[in-house]
């Protein structure tokens, strides 16, 4: 795309800055529902390894792989979708899919089942963050999207916490429990909780139904002054014209983005380490995943934000490779505390980082991509996120437990400290790479 033909049109905002926020509040609780969804199995490890007979390494497969495969291979058509069609519409359609097979997976009556459930979950989640990246773009002035994408970006642990607190109240009342219906038969407690949180999406997805589609703004036109439409091969064309930027960052930032993944382990590092019960372990780790998770994507979106009004167009790598830097010690070292409550004291600090390179991701394609191709670019960044963190994240620490530790349960809490030594010099390094690259591209250019 050249630059001639390029017509940077930043419009004025055709809706209130109150309706905006609105939208963001709904997208936020969608993404909240999506955590939800995507990690209750953590607080399930325990009686879906006893009901299918399977290892650490298995379990990890199922919360990582399992969700992440088609969660992946759908992220590029979906964000290709998100820059010409119905977002809001592309949304509801992917919480209803997602919630009918989170409660699918409590009808799972063996791994391959539950397996392939979960990646239906993974397909509908696909929709959403290229869908939210393109709204929120079209929503916010420039100055105030960091804000807006840090306020999205809560639903990462609020629906996180939820599905540890929510979740492990919940499992406190049914635990032992057993139910048959017509039909189905009988049903465990463990695959009750999967239909209980599963539902409840569907109301979510009517109210998504419901809002105004903004009209796109900061359009590229063609020469004839109509809007230029970017097929995916120009969106990845592009990204190859700017590799040293974005593979270093998509690359980077996913490889720090482990250490989130990494907490599917949590609940069961308290239960095994400390001899916790699934509440309290639920507790332990879904409260610091509050407290320090909110704090930071609130912090990193103010901060992002001044910056960029004092003239760093480079502040969502700058925060990122800060982020990338602070997280390294307590992601180590919490596994290895001497006690749960030191433990969950010092995951709070590793929580306040770890959500950053999220947003840090979402602001730079903003900022340094052109509008027809932020979905399709959102979509490339969580298929690396996808590959990597949301894949591979959960496996690293249950393979280290099964072939290194040879199935030594009780070595979880070595296999996160491992894991977490490893991915987070290598994160920084290439998040590092490409914010060099990232400081000549938008400060050659205003998108």
């Known amino acids: 795309m050249s630059e001639e033909v390029i017509k940077s049109s930043e419009e004025k905002l055709d809706h209130s800055i109150g309706y905006a926020w609105f939208i963001t509040i709904v997208l ?155 039909l189905v038969g009988t049903l465990e407690y463990w695959q009750l909780t999967f239909v209980i949180v599963g539902l409840p999406g569907l109301i979510i997805a009517l109210l998504v139904y419901q809002i105004v589609e903004p009209h796109r703004k900061g359009l590229a036109l063609d020469a004839d002054g109509n809007v230029e439409k970017v097929s995916l091969v120009n969106a990845f064309n592009y990204m190859i ?77 700058l925060i990122a490779f800060v982020a990338a830097l602070g997280i390294g010690i307590p992601a180590v070292t919490m596994p290895l505390m001497p006690s749960g409550i030191l433990a969950a004291t010092v995951m709070i600090v590793a929580k306040l ?14 900022m340094s991509v052109p509008n027809q191709m932020r979905g399709q670019f959102t979509a490339l960044y969580f298929v690396f996120i996808g590959i990597v963190a949301t894949g591979v994240g959960p496996v690293i620490p249950g393979f280290f437990t099964t072939f290194l530790f040879n199935e030594n349960t009780e070595m979880i809490r070595y296999s996160l400290s491992i894991s977490a030594g490893i991915v987070v010099p290598v994160g920084a390094t290439m998040i590092w790479f490409g914010w060099q690259e990232y400081k000549k591209v938008v400060y050659a250019q205003d998108i």
Not at 280 to 295: E, H, W
């Open 28 to 182: 936020m609780m969608c993404y909240t529902f999506s955590m939800l969804d995507r990690e209750i199995i953590s607080l399930l490890v325990e009686p879906i390894k006893a009901a299918f007979n399977i290892t650490d390494f298995e379990m990890g497969l199922l919360m990582g792989p399992a969700f992440s495969l088609f969660y992946t291979v759908m992220g590029i058509p979906l964000g290709w979708a998100a820059d010409r069609y119905n977002r809001k519409n592309l949304i509801a359609a992917g919480i209803t899919i997602w919630s009918l097979m989170t409660a699918l997976c409590g009808l799972a009556g063996s791994f391959i089942q539950l397996f392939i459930n979960r990646i239906g979950v993974g397909v509908g989640e696909a929709t959403l963050t290229p869908g939210a990246s393109s709204l929120l773009a079209d929503l916010f002035p420039k100055d105030k999207l960091p804000m807006a994408t840090s306020v999205y970006s809560l639903g990462v642990f609020i629906g996180s916490s939820l599905a540890m607190i929510g979740g492990g109240i919940l499992l406190s009342q049914i635990k032992g429990m057993t139910v048959t219906w017509p």
């Open 241 to 317: 014209a700017n590799k040293k930027l974005f593979l270093n960052f998509f690359l980077g930032g996913s490889i720090i983005a482990t250490i989130g993944y990494h907490s599917a382990w949590y609940p069961t590092l308290f239960i095994r380490t400390w001899g916790w019960s699934e509440q309290k372990a639920a507790f332990a780790t879904g409260f610091p995943s509050l407290i320090g998770g909110v704090t930071g994507l609130v912090l990193g979106g103010i901060i992002m934000g001044k910056l960029i009004k004092k003239g760093r167009q480079d502040a969502a790598l």
């Open 353 to 366: 980082f770890v959500g950053i390179p999220l947003i840090s991701g979402i602001a730079m394609i903003r």
